[in-house]
């Protein structure tokens, strides 16, 4: 059986594989990371240390107030004399903190970054800019610590462009920085020693990886082939039982999702809308019919008003397309359209195509404002939207028909195929 273990009563250091520690810091009592994400038992800063024949190597470090407990734990099983490796795996400061100060401690150690880090790295550590030596590595490259070697994994995007793992070959671990991480705090540390982390695991994967999938399918492909006894993340447990799970988790996260494996159907295009009397509604229903028309477009009309944004957001991440109708009220688009494109910062959405409608009464801003927020959102809107001053008549409803069959068949490329 596997030892039990409680890091809250010591500040000593954790050995889970022969040589190699856990040297983190438990924040317990956070209930909100960087704004964005609830914590509702803390989280960890996880730190690591490996021992070699010829020399230690640190991988990654805390978030600067919790230098004290991270020096601490180093210090229980090393002398700073004998560090000759720092690996950053990510730069971000609740990792790369306690790094001026390492680095002062053990001038002689040599720090391995990525490519994409170096930048990072002088605007994250300015102060110290002067003193910075650094080597960059990629795939391929390993650096040896005598009989033990870390060999390096270009993954970047997860979820900062500088980020990178770090593979332990002898040991079998890899140290994933984010990767697999999640914000949970438990002083026993271990995946099988913990309470029920899944939420929590889930939970980060949706706001920090998910806007960053097809990078995720990029890294898997370097992290699937290696074998592993452990994952170290850089955050919440340390994955000993069954690791490769998480790794199946996070390639089930990923990989898009049924309606793209329908053969039928080649194209998405979701049509949302809202209206109060009934104006846009009509508006919508017309650009519907009329998209429905091109062969292979699968639309979906949704009225906002019986909306809810969660499922919302997972259709469209997965639609080609989008149209949003808005009436205009008081000069602006009507709230839950607001809400809707506000909510999109975990999904990527850049490229798609996206275009606006809406019935107005006298000043008609709604289409131009929701169409200036998609293309700060990077979407492309190849067509200009569709106002129409308040009851649609005949003609204009089949202006909305037009606009619609325009739409679908830029979708599914029809235009190019008429112009080449
Ligand atoms: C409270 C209220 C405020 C409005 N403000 C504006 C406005 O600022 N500019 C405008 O062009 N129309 C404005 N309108 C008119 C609506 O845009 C118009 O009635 C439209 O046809 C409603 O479309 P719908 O039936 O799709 O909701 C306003 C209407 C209401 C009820
Ligand atoms: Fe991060
Ligand atoms: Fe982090």
Known sequence: MKDAVDVSSHRNAVEFADGVYWIGALDPTLRTFDIILSTANGTTYNAYMVKGSEGIAIVDTVKENFSDEFFARLESVADYEDIKVIVLNHLEPDHSGALPELMRRAPQAKLYISRKATPMLKALLKPAKAALEYTTVTTGDSVSLGDRTLRFLHTPFLHWPDTQCTYLEEEEVLFSG?????????????????????????????????????????????????????????????????????VTRYRELSTPSLSREMDSIVQTLIIFYMSSYGNTARMADEISEGAGEVEGVRVSLYDLEGGVIDPFVDLIEDADALLFGSPTINGDAVKPVWDLLSSLAVINIKGKLGGAFGSYGWSGEAVSMIEDRMEGLKMHIPKEGIRIKLIPSDEELEKCRTFGRWIADELVGNHEAIMN
């Open 178 to 246: 984010d990767v697999f991480g999640c914000h949970f705090c438990d002083k026993r540390l271990f995946n099988d020693r913990v309470g029920d982390f899944r939420f929590s695991f889930e939970y980060y994967y949706a706001h920090i990886m998910r806007p960053f999938k097809s990078h995720v399918l990029d890294a898997l492909k370097l992290i699937e082939p290696l074998t592993f006894q452990q994952i170290a993340p850089t955050h919440g447990p340390i994955l000993r039982e069954k690791p490769r799970s998480y």
